[in-house]
């Protein structure tokens, strides 16, 4: 149990990272150098690995760059955008954690999933939270930035965008190979936003370097390693049941570290949000036979799962 609550823990302080990198260093810039550090640690895998190496054809690679773009580059760039324009982290995180309920309520409509009960509840929870929040923090704060909350959607959009069009795609890929070619995605998005909307300002603190090695070190690598391990040890749904502990972890992350404050309406709907999470979260029943089905080779030879898609 304590791996899924580690790889929970650790993506959790990618908000407070937002918060201290973005101190120092223009968002996009800081993620362009991150997303670079990250692809020579890949390979040192890849190369430790000793395994054949899959990385599948043009057409698959193409696509991974592509989920890389919205997983990365808009989830991340609208993460750290948001934090840079004023919003708070802990907040920013509450918002966010509302991508497996637009997910959910996009995949009717895209891949013809119907929902059942549960899962409208969790709808249903997941939005009156979610307005609660806003409506007493802008009530506390006299009125949060608006291109915050619009970096914030578009981060929402971004990665409710790359988990459909993940579910969409074939296997073929490797797990580390899939990600390099995301990486490189990211890395193209992060250098036009840079050039077009940042300053690539990056001041090169104790503080911002340190902050640049947790973010590659601890959650692009340390996290992604604790959920290959959990799916090669059948307990992948262990992510699903404690992703809902994602948002209240930073926001007392965020209080201990920053002091953001939150006002009673705000935390009744958080703790709304966090109850619709945790009803759209899979039962173990249902996960183990996902995990039956994916042992048949007949049907699933060849597929692979992409740690960051399956988190976020």
């Known amino acids: 149990?304590?791996?899924?609550?580690?790889?929970?823990?650790?993506?959790?302080?990618?908000?407070i990272c937002a918060r201290l990198g973005t101190m120092d260093a223009e968002p996009f810039t800081l993620l362009l150098v991150r997303s670079l550090l990250v692809l020579p640690v890949l390979g040192i895998i890849l190369w430790a690995r000793r395994a054949p190496n899959q990385w599948g054809n043009r057409a698959q690679r193409g696509c991974q760059m592509g989920v890389g773009m919205l997983?990365?580059?808009?989830?991340?760039?609208?993460v750290f955008a948001a934090v840079k324009a004023g919003l708070p982290a802990g907040l920013t995180a509450l918002l966010v954690s509302l991508h497996p309920l637009a997910t959910a309520?996009?995949?009717?409509?895209?891949?013809?999933?119907?929902?059942?009960?549960?899962?409208?509840?969790?709808?249903?929870?997941?939005?009156?939270?979610?307005?609660?929040?806003?409506?007493?923090?802008?009530?506390?704060?006299?009125?949060?930035?608006?291109v915050g909350l619009a970096w914030c959607l578009m981060a929402l959009v971004g990665i409710s965008s790359a988990t459909l069009w993940q579910?969409?795609?074939?296997?073929?890929?490797?797990?580390v190979e899939g990600l390099i070619f995301q990486y490189l995605?990211?890395?193209?998005?992060?250098?036009?936003?840079?050039?077009?909307?940042?300053?690539?300002?990056?001041?090169p603190t104790p503080r911002l370097l340190l902050t640049l090695a947790w973010l590659v070190g601890a959650i692009s690598v340390g996290a992604i390693w604790l959920l290959m391990i959990m799916?090669?040890?059948?307990?992948?749904?262990?992510?699903?049941?404690?992703?809902?502990?994602?948002?209240?972890?930073?926001a007392v992350m965020a209080w201990l570290m920053f002091d953001e404050q939150w006002t009673l309406p705000m935390i009744i709907g958080a703790a709304l949000v966090v109850a619709g999470l945790a009803l759209d979260r899979p039962a173990a029943n249902?996960?183990?036979?996902?995990?039956?089905?994916?042992?048949?080779?007949s049907a699933n030879q060849g597929k692979s799962t992409h740690p960051e898609q399956t988190t976020k």
């Open 105 to 146: 309520a996009l995949s009717l409509p895209l891949l013809g999933v119907r929902l059942g009960p549960k899962q409208w509840c969790g709808l249903a929870l997941g939005a009156t939270g979610a307005s609660l929040v806003l409506s007493g923090g802008l009530e506390a704060s006299h009125g949060w930035p608006l």
């Open 185 to 203: 995605g990211a890395a193209l998005v992060f250098s036009v936003a840079a050039t077009w909307i940042g300053s690539f300002t990056f001041d």
């Open 1 to 15: 149990m304590w791996i899924p609550l580690a790889f929970v823990l650790l993506f959790s302080t990618g908000f």
């Open 286 to 297: 249902q996960a183990n036979a996902a995990r039956g089905n994916a042992a048949k080779p």
């Open 167 to 175: 579910k969409r795609l074939s296997g073929g890929m490797g797990m």
């Open 231 to 250: 799916i090669a040890r059948g307990e992948a749904h262990q992510v699903a049941r404690t992703f809902f502990l994602v948002p209240p972890c930073a």
């Open 71 to 78: 997983l990365h580059g808009a989830y991340l760039g609208g």
